[in-house]
């Protein structure tokens, strides 16, 4: 209970600061739409399908967070019961996924729709499931004896499956919430067993080597940042995979120049864009040692803009087998609206880096993150309306990045 404690006030602050603030939150959303009488038709399986999907996606990351090892250092120093410490993790990682991510969706669900009290105790239920079989999940990939890691894969699709296929096969509440029930009773089994280290993952010395030869590359620095970091690759990965389906949603629209919304929208890759919130050490050599503000934001702009960019050509190379239709008015489009993106990003970062937050998904679902998406939605609109805007903004951009990179000079 004393480590439960010791690790809560980590992740919530002192006097839980942090849990009171999300639910409250919570409450002046739910409150809010629900006066407001908005009210939208959803089946039960869209409920429970997101309050499991998101929760374990967020409890994932939040095993996975590079926080995690400075944080449990002081816990692993001291005398400890190994079941005592993994389920005061668990436990600890399980709230912080609930109280801060998941029950902000669940109020607007609660909010726009009637549920009954068994739906909504089933949602409820999904969500608690979902933590407790990421944890499960996460101690067998990283099984340091193998024995689970050959087997994870069918493992996986098993459990998974029985996680998943109720919800949209079986239309009895209690049915759902009882095989959710095995599969909590599954994951506290697996729990039990767990070696609590698995969660521990200090930082290797051999990543703290620093090669001075040369005078360096910052632009190879951050591709190889996005390279060895499986979070930000796959949120990449994941962004050109809707590229390549979203012609065909956006497509359906006649009459209406819809493409550079697609554009606005791939535009939200939001690891890539808070490499200085997220990595204190780095912000602080950045800030300190002369001449790097323009040498750091420079590549960092034009590091963001090409991933921009590869993710805009997965974009029209689908529309164009789609839909066809690309011509240089949306290629310049793409460009515009990928350099602007890259622009904002790094400014933000550099005046208004985001500062006291507690595990990396804080930042990745920080509010600050919709602020460049947003203004790009309406410079897409723009264009969509009126074409002739696209030279307008084109010079725009030249001439803010021409202005910056004077200014960048004297910082």
Not at 86 to 94: E, G, I, K, N, R
Not at 125 to 130: P, V
Not at 276 to 291: I, K, M, Y
Not at 329 to 342: F, K, M
């Amino acid at each position: 209970m004393i480590i439960f404690q010791n690790l809560s006030k980590q992740l919530f602050g002192a006097k839980y600061e942090h849990a009171v603030k999300s639910l409250i939150a919570c409450i002046i959303l739910f409150l809010a739409i629900h006066t407001a009488g908005i009210e939208i038709e959803i089946a039960p399986s869209i409920l429970l399908l997101t309050a499991t999907a998101f929760s374990m996606g967020i409890m994932w990351q939040t095993l996975n967070s590079s926080g995690n090892a400075d944080r449990m250092t002081g816990l692993f120093m001291l005398p400890f019961r190994n079941r005592e410490m993994t389920f005061s993790l668990v436990l600890a990682f399980t709230s912080y996924t609930l109280i801060t991510k998941t029950f902000l969706v669940l109020a607007l669900f609660f909010a726009v729709h009637k549920w009954s009290v068994p739906q909504i105790a089933a949602s409820l239920l999904c969500a608690c499931n979902s933590c407790f079989s990421a944890a499960a999940w996460y101690t067998m990939t990283n099984d340091a004896s193998h024995h689970w890691r050959k087997k994870f894969l069918p493992v996986f699709i098993l459990w998974g499956g029985a996680i998943f296929a109720p919800i949209f096969l079986v239309r009895e509440t209690v049915v759902i919430c009882f095989i959710i029930f095995i599969s909590i009773l599954i994951s506290f089994v697996r729990l039990m067993k767990a070696d609590a280290y698995i969660f521990y993952h200090p930082v290797s010395a051999k990543l703290l080597i620093k090669h001075t030869k040369g005078t360096g590359s910052i632009f190879l620095y951050l591709l190889r940042y996005l390279i060895t970091n499986k979070n930000y690759l796959l949120n990449t990965a994941g962004l050109c995979v809707i590229a390549g389906v979203m012609p065909f949603i956006l497509g359906q629209f006649e009459g209406v120049n819809v493409m550079p919304l697609g554009f606005a929208v791939l535009c939200l890759n939001t690891p890539i864009c808070i490499l200085l919130s997220c990595d204190p050490g780095l912000e602080q050599a950045v800030r300190t040692l002369p001449g790097q503000a323009k040498r750091f934001c420079t590549n960092y702009c034009f590091f963001i803009f090409s991933v921009n960019m590869a993710v805009n050509s997965v974009y029209l190379i689908s529309w164009q087998i789609g839909k066809s239709g690309v011509n240089s008015a949306e290629i310049i489009a793409a460009l515009i609206i990928a350099l602007q993106s890259a622009v904002l990003s790094v400014l933000l970062e550099w005046f208004c880096p985001v500062r006291n937050w507690k595990i990396e998904n804080d930042l990745w679902h920080h509010p600050r993150k919709y602020i460049v998406p947003l203004i790009m939605f309406l410079i897409a609109g723009l264009i969509g309306m009126w074409s002739i805007s696209i030279w307008v903004l084109l010079c725009i951009v030249i001439a803010e990045c021409f202005s910056l990179s004077l200014i960048v000079r004297r910082i």
